[in-house]
């Protein structure tokens, strides 16, 4: 990245999104009891999870008893089981592999090329791990609003979304805000650096602005007169002193 703040910053958001993930995959407040009609039993609360049900009296105390058979559950809850413990482990994993490409941590050192890859395959690993909550809780509330308008169910069998749900969509939208940070934010930094290396390829050169043309003195250099030069051919001119 090419701010370091924003590394924090994704960190910061996809750890809310994990405490989340898992506080949601442990709650039995996925579906709740509907008081609605002429149920008058107003003081038992029924709560039914990924892992139990629990009954509530008078907002006093919570009775919770495990599921016993995992064979026994439905298909949709065993799906769910497996997508929210999926998004917790990837969501760990993104954590902590993001942590050691951040630029505030000395794991890898002088290699920023490597640094941009590890953050964003723990970005990738981040909006898996979206995905997976979002499946199971906007599933599971599809199944709760089309039972509770079903008009051949009575009215002690119908449910209303419980708070499990909702902390589940609130955790899917901050692993997916800290994942495309991590992913996108070192997409568009990988760019500019190409174009950084292929103007710092010459580190010493400097522009000079143009001068304009100034004319030039000729300067005339002195000619040199000719020697005569000697021949190989023998003179037919003879010269006698006279006696």
Request: glycine fraction near 6%; include cysteine; hydrophobic fraction near 45%.
């Amino acid at each position: 990245m090419a701010n370091s703040a924003l590394e924090i910053v994704a960190l910061l958001l996809t750890l809310i999104g994990l405490i989340g993930a898992a506080a949601s995959t442990g709650m039995p407040m996925w579906r709740v009891t509907a008081f609605i009609g002429e149920n008058i039993i107003v003081f038992e609360t029924r709560y039914e999870g990924l892992w139990m049900n629990c009954y509530r009296q008078a907002n006093i105390r919570m009775q919770c008893k495990v599921y016993d058979s995992l064979l026994a559950l439905t298909p949709d809850l065993q799906a769910a089981r497996g997508l929210m413990c999926c998004a917790v482990a990837l969501a760990g994993l993104g954590l902590m592999i993001s942590m050691v490409g951040m630029q505030c941590t000395s794991c890898i050192q002088n290699n920023d090329r490597a640094k941009r890859v590890v953050l964003i395959a723990a970005g990738i690993m981040i909006l898996m791990a979206c995905l997976c909550v979002l499946i199971p809780v906007s599933w599971t509330g599809h199944a709760i609003i089309r039972d509770f308008y079903n008009p051949l169910l009575i009215d002690a069998q119908r449910r209303e979304l419980g708070e499990a749900l909702y902390i589940g969509w609130v955790a899917a939208a901050f692993l997916f805000v800290g994942g495309c940070m991590f992913t996108c934010c070192n997409l568009e930094s990988d760019d500019k650096g190409s174009e950084r290396y292929v103007y710092t390829r010459t580190p010493n050169y400097m522009a000079y602005p143009p001068r304009p043309l100034e004319p030039q003195q000729l300067v005339v250099l002195p000619q040199q007169q000719p020697q005569p030069m000697l021949s190989r051919q023998p003179s037919t001119n003879y010269s006698y002193n006279s006696r």
